[in-house]
């Protein structure tokens, strides 16, 4: 058998699901917390504050709707942030529209890992979509060149998973040393930062780790059919 009725699947892939869930509920329990702590700008205003300290006045910022829908986009020099961390003045809001931040800077200095992501985009983008449904429909008919194919592409989507996780840690390193550094957030104030940013990593993580764990059930099971 294969796939979620296959005990090897979860066998091998079960422990990073859990990770991912454990890692969500981290994310709102640490996130609920840095909520009820006051900082002294909004996260509009520390982001804006943190691009400017950066040479970054191109960056635009905007609220978009949607609950934690925050992100920088390349493409259009726009940091979007949702209502809630656009608005609010707490160290939830400004750690995280730091962080985002942090990826314009990164655009801004080449930051290489950025560039292959983005790079990678494209392709990860449809491997996410048509790979799995090329794997399956290798698999009904019996076709094993498709098979390798819809691997493949998973496999580009895994790629780009992994390329992901420097980007998002440095991201993080970047906010966290912006917001002391420009006096947003006081050495007291920081550790709240720090708990909403690293459980957030660790769900890139907890992602990044069930995608690795999935190809290689997918290749043993197919080689081992082969």
């Known amino acids: 058998m294969i796939g979620l009725f296959d005990p090897l699947f979860w066998m091998m892939v079960g422990p990073a699901f859990l990770l991912g869930l454990w890692a969500q509920l981290q994310v709102k329990m640490t996130y609920a917390a840095a909520q009820r702590e006051v900082a002294p700008l909004s996260g509009a205003a520390a982001a804006r504050h943190v691009l400017d300290s950066a040479g970054l ?47 314009a800077i990164q655009d801004a200095k080449g930051y ?49 998973q992994v390329v992901n996780l420097p980007v998002e840690f440095n991201a993080s390193s970047r906010a966290k040393a912006q917001l002391v550094g420009l006096g947003i957030v006081s050495d007291e104030q920081l550790p709240y930062v720090k708990k909403v940013l690293t459980a957030a990593a660790l769900t890139y ?17 197919f080689t081992g059919r082969d």
């Open 112 to 160: 290489a890992p950025l560039v292959v992501r983005n790079a990678a985009v494209p392709v990860a983008g449809f491997g996410s979509g048509a790979g799995i449904w090329i794997l399956i429909g290798g698999l009904v008919f019996s076709i094993p060149a498709l098979i390798w194919v819809g691997i493949g592409l998973f496999a580009c989507v895994v790629f780009f």
């Open 57 to 103: 006045q191109n960056v635009t910022i905007e609220q978009i709707s949607g609950r934690l829908s925050d992100h920088y986009d390349p493409r259009h020099k726009v940091l979007r942030l949702s209502q809630e961390v656009y608005q609010s003045r707490t160290l939830a809001a400004v750690g995280i529209a730091a962080h985002e931040a942090g990826h």
């Open 205 to 221: 993580v907890a992602a990044t780790l069930q995608s690795v764990l999935t190809l290689l059930y997918y290749v043993i099971r």
